[in-house]
């Protein structure tokens, strides 16, 4: 009855998505940070984002913090860009694997980018003929993919017909991202059931904020439907811009914590990652939420 | 492929074993959180335990707490207790469904009252006669089902040869409890499998701490496996006695919230249980962990 998968690649968003989402920190403290989590075993790093500096002043430095790295040759470092100047920026800073991001909700792309999710699809067709011609990879994430903060549910058929356009302009692969952290394993079941129908084999990412408790459900729904890639942040950094103090993406070390009692492998370090953990409780100096950093992985007893 | 319930059952412990693990609070609060917690559609509310004073000072007044509350006709309140003198107690103040508590963990049942479990087994045998003499049903909760912190993972074998004995003492119902919320849907699958395969139709209840983050991933497991009933926490009031600041149980909005999203009654009005989560949380005086109490559940959507 239950098939849980034997190997899970998780993508570290904590630098990203995570940072995004806390006050501003040093340029060295990115940089040590990256630094850190390439060497606990991670496959896949979302490094930066190439965003205008007077949007997100966060990602301000993020040609610094990439050139500063130590890159590891087996790990897959990308970067999300929001236009056709961003995508430059990456392509010219030597990123071969980039990200872009659309709303499945109207309203919030509206917020976000002030364009409709129409004439983001078609801003992305372009961007993504861009990047393929640069030898570059482009993924495609659907942000809202689960529910929106403004308009509320979102029809999962929408979120499918979004993933036939994003596969029609030439996506390598889809992210689902659950923004605000309105996904439940119902909304998993429903969005994915109704994307596969066209897509049985497209490479599927799903990107679960913790905001309502439900992350590790959601990812146990996900993966008992054959979804082997979800993203993640490094103890839980980041938080939910329409929720001031609500808690952001799944924290890395929960999700290595639970699938390696499940027998599913990462490739993670645990007791490493726990440390990382505890450098980026230390970078951004606020409690994070991850319950493993706190109270420790289960295998440690007290004496 | 995929099971859910139509209906699953909360018995709501913030009462009893979350304030148990707070700092003191007056007996008119607890009298207060009770009852606004029977106007919240909950069926079941563990409403007291009658422990020593001097073991469990949060608990000294459970009589004056259990006289001064409005009791709900429709709702089934239960006490726990941890031997014969608190079973008297716990009748002579009228309750009728008790709970009594043996840990899988020889060494945690040591520590605990500094017995063995096959001692605690006998004395259970003694106790459960006690309450059926007095018309009172009896619960067997067994404490560190899946992972005591001092001896680390219990063999789920043993978990299973405990309900054997507590079957044969008589008791009524069986309860897992992950006290130091060691537990992962693996270990879920493995403890009830195991004890099923003597017990297919004895009633069975999950109470998940969410100290590491799984609690909602435990009851998705559970739930595919047919449990209906599970423990929680207003607020996710209490902690953990071994990892100072870890969070204590499943929060109880956050349980609903998610249940309710997957088309699964619980008989709960969501909005007023968050409202009474706010309440919990000016009681004890801290921010509780509950990401529903912070963000509100997923369809407030921002005017």
Chains 1, 2 share one sequence.
């Not at 490479?203 to 439907?225: D, V, W």
Request: charge should be negative; glycine fraction near 8%.
């Amino acid at each position: 009855m239950r098939a849980w998968p034997k190997q899970v690649q998780i993508r570290e968003v904590g630098p990203r998505d995570g940072l995004q989402n806390e006050d501003p920190v040093p340029t060295e403290a990115k940089i040590q940070l990256i630094d850190a989590l390439s060497a606990t075993g991670l496959q896949r790093i979302e490094a930066v984002s190439f965003v205008h500096p007077r949007a997100i002043p966060q990602m301000a430095d993020a040609d610094e913090v990439w050139a500063g790295i130590k890159r590891h040759p087996d790990i897959r470092y990308s970067a999300l860009v929001p236009n056709v100047r961003g995508a430059q920026r990456a392509l010219a800073a030597g990123f071969t694997e980039i990200e872009v991001v659309v709303s499945a909700s109207d309203t919030h792309n509206h917020r976000n980018i002030n364009r409709s999710t129409e004439e983001s699809l078609a801003d992305i067709a372009e961007l993504v003929t861009l990047l393929h011609a640069a030898n570059a990879s482009a993924e495609v994430i659907i942000a809202t993919s689960f529910g929106c903060p403004f308009e509320g549910d979102v029809p999962p058929e929408r979120v499918a017909s979004i993933v036939d356009s994003a596969v029609a302009a030439g996506a390598d692969r889809v992210a689902f991202g659950d923004t605000t952290g309105m996904a439940t394993p119902r909304r998993v079941v429903d969005v994915i059931g109704a994307v596969r129908e066209n897509h049985p084999d497209l490479p599927l990412l799903c990107h679960f904020h913790n905001t309502r408790g439900t992350g590790l459900a959601n990812i146990m729904a996900a993966m008992e439907l054959g979804i082997t890639e979800f993203d993640a942040s490094v103890g839980g950094l980041g938080g939910c811009p329409y929720a001031p103090g609500a808690t952001g993406n799944v924290a890395t070390e929960e999700v290595v914590h639970m699938l390696h009692d499940m027998g599913i492998d990462t490739g993670v370090d645990l007791d490493r990652l726990v440390e990382v953990a505890a450098l980026a409780q230390e970078i951004v100096g606020r409690e994070l939420p991850s319950g493993v950093l706190r109270a420790g992985p289960r295998y440690r007893t007290i004496a």
